[in-house]
């Protein structure tokens, strides 16, 4: 049977006339109304990717579940590639469904699997059936290399794209990859014709554990007290969620500049002989693990100073603050430079998590090099080149003066940027999380936190558009009983999956509430802050069963706030972020079903 390529409906978008200064005067009409067309179109030409994947699975029967979609998931946010390659590019090439790459420094997976599969390369370019078929067949010869008994996280690292023993940054980046693709399985999928299904993936047996605390990964499923969690050697901090070693002499991987990022080095740079005065926003047109490798070896040395992942915000940087990376041409000597991973025609790679955890860091230098975030760029997005004022001091890599590049591009919503770069410049009221869309921070399950008691690895949140407060939709908690104990219920549920750099800055000077619906009595709710290397927890409020109740608390009064993880019971920090919603119940062995809608921010 001969499988011919989809054909996606999502064709470019004009570009607009070159403004300058802060505010576009060229409004974007219909932007929104194009976003969710393309958004639609790229439903459509999904739908034929799981008979794909099942093909692919019958063929090769030991594949495990999921792998082929979190792979797709990882590589292409399951759109076909084209494989483009420009000179001083972001990223390596990919091609397909799959984001096979195809040399240029990296494996030439594309000719490895036409051997394999006796077929012409171009079908793999060209067509998902022949994409989806390489990648199951890279996988299997993979897996019958590996000693039996191997780990996914193994085979995932021994499949990748980035050449092998090339550097210990490469087998950094495999190990990223890895980890991703774990992760988009781990939670699942369910968005725009992306289908995975979720499947628990046990981080201790995946990984080792000094690979968890270099991946800053999340501790998930662990039921215990509140406090630090010792074992030989490590410990969960209980404020990030990540596991760290006990020795801080082995965390030598963090960041020095931005204590949230991971420091990964790459060679391109050279002495600035310019202040810091501006930032660029980049896209890379790429992978994050893909481009990790890229930045330590590429034909045309480029670099950037931090990159973020998609799927969680987690931020690795490769160049120093003090140098000058290699991101922008003429304009390196006095700008720093963030990679967002992604494409450009595919607003679904901006997820709230980079947006947070990238406004987070932008924050981080307008203190640091006294950078106004006030004059950040604060209008319509462009899909070509359009150079704005120098007096825009943040900024995207088209709007810079010299340069050939389109990034960030017409999906990056400058707006919300501006807003998270300066919070409380919204209005009186910023809707945090409205659900309607997506899950927004809370893509965790109720479970997910270490600090979590009572109940069940098997409870579950999703987006229901059954039942609303406002607009359609509201995010659903199924809180289960953990049989294996009588413990009081106490859910942090985590914005921004226990990465404070991902959740959504707040103005202290204003009130953080939520509605909530519970299917059940006696249950009080709460909120955490994050305000710094700390963590307060606000007071209880009990809601009544089965009706709406908005509950809210004033950042700025300290008697709404207790001391809970180094705090001090006040919201006194510079910076601060909604770190969790708080459940509480006493034990019980009934399941309960629990909603909330709208988490906003609002102004004193």
């Known amino acids: 049977m001969r499988h011919t390529c989809l054909a996606l409906a999502v064709s470019a978008l004009l570009g607009m006339t070159a403004t300058a200064g802060a505010q576009s005067t060229q409004p974007d009409i219909g932007r929104e109304n194009t976003i969710e067309k393309k958004q639609a179109d790229l439903a459509q030409a999904r739908a034929a990717f799981p008979d794909y994947f099942a093909a692919a699975y019958a063929r090769y029967p030991r594949l495990p579940a999921g792998l082929l979609e979190g792979v797709a998931y990882v590589q292409s946010r399951w759109v076909m590639l084209d494989g483009a390659y420009t000179d001083a590019a972001e990223a390596p090439s990919a091609i397909g469904l799959m984001g096979l790459y195809n040399g240029n420094g990296f494996r030439d997976q594309v000719a490895e699997a036409a051997s394999l599969l006796g077929i012409a390369r171009t079908q793999i370019e060209q067509e998902p059936y022949w994409n989806v078929m390489a990648a199951a067949a890279l996988l299997s010869r993979a897996q019958a290399e590996l000693p039996r008994g191997s780990t996914e996280a193994a085979l995932l690292q021994a499949y990748a794209g980035v050449a092998a023993g090339k550097s210990a940054i490469d087998a950094f980046a495999r190990e990223s990859f890895a980890y991703d693709v774990l992760l988009s399985i781990d939670r699942g999928a369910d968005d725009d014709g992306i289908r995975i299904a979720s499947r628990a993936i046990d981080w201790e047996k995946q990984f080792g554990l000094d690979a968890l605390v270099r991946q800053r990964a999340p501790f998930v499923r662990l039921d215990v007290s509140r406090g630090s969690v010792e074992v030989d ?48 926003i980049h896209t890379m047109q790429g992978s994050y693990a893909g481009s990790i490798s890229w930045f330590q070896s590429n034909p045309s040395s480029v670099s950037a100073h931090y990159l973020i992942r998609s799927s969680d915000g987690q931020i690795t940087q490769m160049v120093r603050e003090s140098q000058a990376a290699h991101h922008i041409g003429s304009q390196n000597g006095y700008t720093l430079g963030i990679e967002h991973e992604g494409f450009v025609n595919n607003a679904s790679w901006y997820t709230t998590a980079m947006y947070n955890a990238s406004a987070a860091l932008t924050r981080h230098f307008c203190s640091t090099y006294s950078i106004s975030c006030a004059s950040a760029y604060n209008g319509d997005a462009h899909s070509g080149i359009v150079v704005l004022a120098a007096s825009v001091k943040v900024k995207g890599h088209q709007h810079f003066p010299d340069n050939t590049h389109t990034d960030p591009g017409i999906n990056w919503d400058w707006r919300r940027y501006y807003t998270l770069l300066n919070p409380g410049s919204g209005g009186t009221t910023t809707l945090l999380d409205s659900f309607e869309s997506s899950e927004g921070h809370f893509t965790s399950t109720p479970s997910y936190s270490g600090s979590t008691t009572g109940i069940n690895a098997t409870s579950t949140a999703e987006r229901d558009c059954t039942i609303a407060k406002a607009g359609n939709c509201s995010e659903h908690l199924t809180l289960v009983d953990n049989p294996a104990n009588t413990q009081d219920w106490a859910v942090r549920f985590l914005s921004g999956g226990g990465t404070p750099g991902s959740n959504s800055s707040v103005s202290r000077n204003g009130r953080v509430g939520f509605w909530v619906y519970v299917g059940g009595s006696g249950f009080t709710v709460g909120v955490g802050i994050d305000d710094g290397a700390a963590t307060e927890r606000s007071t209880q409020k009990a809601v009544a069963a089965n009706t709406w109740t908005y509950v809210e608390w004033n950042l700025a009064d300290a008697g709404q706030w207790d001391a809970w993880v180094g705090g001090n019971g006040s919201i006194d920090a510079a910076s601060v972020t909604l770190d969790a919603i708080w459940l509480e119940h006493a034990h019980t062995t009934f399941t309960v079903n629990a909603y909330i809608d709208d988490v906003q921010w609002k102004s004193n």
């Open 233 to 280: 050697g490590y410990h969960v901090d209980t404020v990030d969620e990540t596991l760290r070693r006990t020795d801080p002499v082995t965390e030598a991987i963090e960041s020095t500049d931005y204590g949230p990022a991971l420091w990964v080095a790459s060679p391109y740079f050279h002495a600035r002989g310019q202040s810091i005065t501006a930032v660029a």
